[in-house]
């Protein structure tokens, strides 16, 4: 993995005394998951670059013990010697400690001197796409280059994949443009921090920087960047998941998601379709699993056979808007007896979801990070265990229909993963398999000869 920064501020070679790094000599470091090396391209007084180099050894991955637990070879055969990520952002911080530090003693005076910079980054991992990109580092001043990188130059039939090649460029001091590097490139990757320690974790933690907090996508930057392995992530999601997922149900509304979907009405036909596969499934007592604002709740009490609702959702603030939406507070007495709205998340088991007859799960699953999936069906199917579950979730084959999303991003930036139809398939057989529920799936919204429909549905019954 590489990344180059090319000052063109004359002189530019004035670089290699703020990066502590003279331009004729390359520097090599152990950096414990291989070796780190800083050399000079190019250093003229017009243009002049230093290139991070970060050999990673594959083996000592695979042996260390912060490997990621899975089986197979995942372990061996990955992205990581090759894309940038937090083990960038560590080599990043090993080697140019001084410079992030604001120190330079050789000439203290370039320290707060904004320079003409290009960070050049040649394979870029981009959860979300090419939008998530622009919307860290353009507010931050930067012109962006992405360039989709084909999963295969031979099969370009085979599309791109989640790599882009970037050039950022924009007047900064060198000291924070190696900050913004340090916290984005992991906030790009968005994957847990495999093969780096709890220590280089909190190392990362305190770099944030003063300009996260003012940044319009402070609270992306926090969620991502806080996505650990086990420990941290694990404390972070109990003592903050509400605000967490809050924000995330704001985005919802608000973000790519509704402006893609919108033309279709595409939310309106989701709720029709999940009430109707409530009223068939007979109504009685419903919950709704991640009720959001309560749109689905504000139809399902308007169903004479549904005798009450209860709205779940991990998000303090949906529930509240959900509230104003119900007119809760101005409800008859007998109104308010049918309905119900309490804070909880799908991944712990909760007494009070028992004894439904149908539970809905409208847009959900897709937010629930995929290593807790099976966490989550244990609660949903083992626990809660309704008579009959109702779920809708993306189609990601669809979305080749959407031309305002970059090829592979997903519909929401909080989204974990969208299935395609045989994988949503293979999870509705391992639920049958696992806790007896047989279930139907079916489409959702406009049917694409190819791809499908943009949503899919599956009723499952006990
Ligand atoms: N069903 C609603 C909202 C979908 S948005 C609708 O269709 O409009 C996803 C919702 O799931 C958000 O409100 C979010 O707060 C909630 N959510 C995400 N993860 C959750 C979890 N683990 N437990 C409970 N709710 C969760």
Redesign the pocket.
């Known amino acids: 993995m590489l990344v180059s920064l090319t000052s063109t501020t004359p002189d530019a070679t004035d670089l290699g005394f703020l990066l502590h790094k003279h331009p004729d000599r390359v520097r090599s470091v152990d950096v414990g998951f291989g070796q780190a090396h800083v050399f000079y391209p190019e250093a003229t007084a017009q243009r002049c670059t230093a290139t991070l180099f970060v050999e990673v050894d594959p083996v000592a991955l695979a042996r260390g013990r912060n490997r990621p637990q899975s089986a197979g070879l995942e372990p061996y055969v990955n992205d990581r010697p090759y894309a940038a990520s937090s083990m960038l952002s560590v080599a990043l911080a090993r080697l140019f400690r001084t410079a992030m530090s604001g120190t330079c003693d050789a000439r203290p005076e370039l320290v707060e001197q904004s320079l003409d910079l290009e960070v050049d980054l040649p394979v870029v991992p981009v959860r979300g796409g090419e939008h998530v990109l622009r919307r860290l580092f353009e507010p931050l001043g930067y012109a962006v280059e992405a360039v989709p990188i084909a999963l295969d130059a031979q099969f370009t039939s085979w599309g791109a994949s989640p790599y882009f090649a970037v050039r950022l460029s924009g007047r900064h001091t060198v000291r924070r443009a190696l900050e913004h590097l340090y916290v984005l490139l992991p906030v790009l990757d968005d994957r847990k921090h495999y093969w780096i320690g709890q220590e280089e974790i909190d190392k990362l933690l305190r770099r944030g920087g003063d300009w996260v907090g003012s940044h319009p996508e402070a609270k992306m930057i926090s969620r991502r960047y806080l996505r650990f392995g086990g420990f941290a992530r694990e404390a972070l999601s109990r003592l903050a998941e509400p605000d967490e ?2 924000d ?2 704001v985005e ?1 509304h608000d973000g790519l998601e509704q402006t893609l979907e919108r033309p279709l009405k595409l939310s309106e036909q989701r709720l029709d379709a999940v009430t109707e596969a409530v009223r068939a499934l007979g109504g009685g007592r419903v919950v ?6 309560g ?2 709740l504000e139809r399902l009490v308007a169903e004479p056979a549904v005798t009450d609702v209860l709205g ?4 303090i603030a ?1 529930l509240q808007r959900a509230q104003r939406r119900l007119g809760l507070d101005e409800l008859s007495e007998r109104r308010r007896e049918r309905i119900a709205l309490q804070q ?4 712990y088991a909760d007494p009070s979801v028992c004894g439904f007859d149908v539970a809905t799960m ?3 699953i897709e ?2 990070d995929a290593e807790r999936l099976d966490v989550l069906a244990e609660v949903v199917f083992g626990h809660a265990a309704p008579t009959a579950v109702v779920l809708t979730t993306p189609n990601r084959e669809y979305n080749a229909n959407f031309e305002h999303l970059s090829p592979n991003g997903l519909r929401h930036g909080d989204h974990r993963f969208e299935w395609n139809r045989e994988e949503f398939a293979e999870w509705a057989g391992g639920i049958l398999d696992q806790f007896g529920y047989r279930f139907e799936i079916s489409g959702i919204g406009p049917q694409d000869p190819v791809c499908g429909t943009p949503t899919q549905m599956a009723i499952f019954r006990r």
């Open positions: 997922h809050g995330a149900a919802h709704d699993l991640g009720c959001g604002e749109r689905l779940i959702d991990v998000s949906a909880g998340a799908l991944t409208v847009e959900v937010h629930v």
